[in-house]
């Protein structure tokens, strides 16, 4: 305790700077957390947490009885791994190509430009996808015009993990890619230039230098996704997907769920309890896939 108090008094000033981080994430992070109780209790917000009647794990009998969370968190997981490995794979592609570009102005407006619908909110997406993908939106009416029938695209579930992952793709790769952007220009030259003195091929330079040299980024960013791949982008799947229940098989995620049973029942105990499985499975798979990293390299893992 001593030397914990020495550590603290030498590094004051140090301590200082990462007080109002530290303070942020206990008001926002930490204390929150006691919010799970309401998974055990029969929540009345009349009563309060203190004062509502617990019930134990009726809750997680509830949401584990029926086939529901199954499906959801299939749904979750399988959605999560489409946007993390097509998202990724596109902006490594996208950082390689930008970063081959010689000219400095069309390298920047390159990034700009697939930089920008990072910043476009969903519910703007939604509408775009509704005037594209509707009966009579652009989309069916190109398809009509060389041939082909109209899609009644709001009623086929099937299709939309991939509609999914296309917007996914389309509205984030650029965002990641600026991040191996910059991953990429902290590379030696020297690499390179022995690289070319040996003959290699400017495709061999990018398969045998650039990737391996980016490969703890590209670690880290997966890292990140695993531990949310039991969160489901809410934003997005309710922005664009909405009440369509034609489209829950393959659209309804945890998130979702666990709304529309607060929404609608109004059971704020068993939205809490779906909420705290979701942090749990969110937790072991970081903690498994960070646990492999470490195997495969140790300074690509977390901790």
């Given amino acids: 305790m001593t030397g914990f108090i020495e550590e603290i008094v030498k590094k004051r000033q140090l301590y200082l700077l990462a007080l109002p981080g530290i303070i942020f994430l206990a ?3 930490y204390i929150p957390m006691f919010g799970h109780l309401i998974a055990f209790e029969r929540f009345q917000p009349v009563k309060g947490i203190w004062g509502s ?3 134990g794990l009726d809750n997680f009998k509830f949401f584990f009885g029926g086939s529901d969370w199954l499906r959801v968190t299939f749904n979750t997981v399988y959605l999560n791994l489409l946007f993390l490995l097509f998202g990724i794979g596109f902006a490594i592609v996208l950082a390689i190509l930008i970063n081959e570009i010689r000219s400095v102005i069309v390298k920047k407006l390159s990034q ?9 909110s969903w519910l703007v997406v939604s509408l775009m996808m509704l005037a594209f993908m509707s009966t009579d939106g652009i989309l069916n009416n ?8 109209g899609i009644n695209w709001y009623q086929n579930a099937q299709l939309w993990p991939f509609i999914l992952t296309l917007v996914y793709v389309w509205k984030f790769a650029g965002y990641y890619s600026i991040i191996f952007l910059a991953a990429i ?4 030259s020297e690499y390179y230039e022995s690289a070319r ?3 290699a091929t400017r495709f ?3 398969v045998f230098i650039t990737i391996p040299s980016i490969r703890s980024v590209i670690v880290v960013l997966l890292l990140l996704g695993v531990g949310r791949i039991f969160f489901g982008d809410f934003g997005m799947i309710y922005g664009i997907v909405g009440d369509n229940s034609i489209l829950y098989p393959t659209t309804d995620v945890i998130d979702t769920y666990s709304f529309r049973a607060l929404r609608q029942l109004g059971n704020f105990g068993m939205s809490s309890a779906v909420v705290l499985y979701q942090s ?5 798979a970081i903690l498994i896939f960070n646990k492999i990293a470490k195997k495969i390299d140790r300074e690509s893992s977390l901790f």
């Fill in 112 to 120: 700009s430009l697939i930089f920008l619908p990072y910043f476009i």
């Fill in 142 to 149: 190109g398809l009509k015009q060389i041939g082909i029938g």
């Fill in 53 to 55: 009647p617990w019930v």
């Fill in 197 to 199: 003195i040996d003959g």
């Fill in 204 to 206: 061999q330079q990018i």
């Fill in 185 to 188: 220009v902290g590379i030696s």
């Fill in 280 to 284: 749990v499975m969110g937790l072991a």
């Fill in 27 to 29: 008001i926002f992070s």
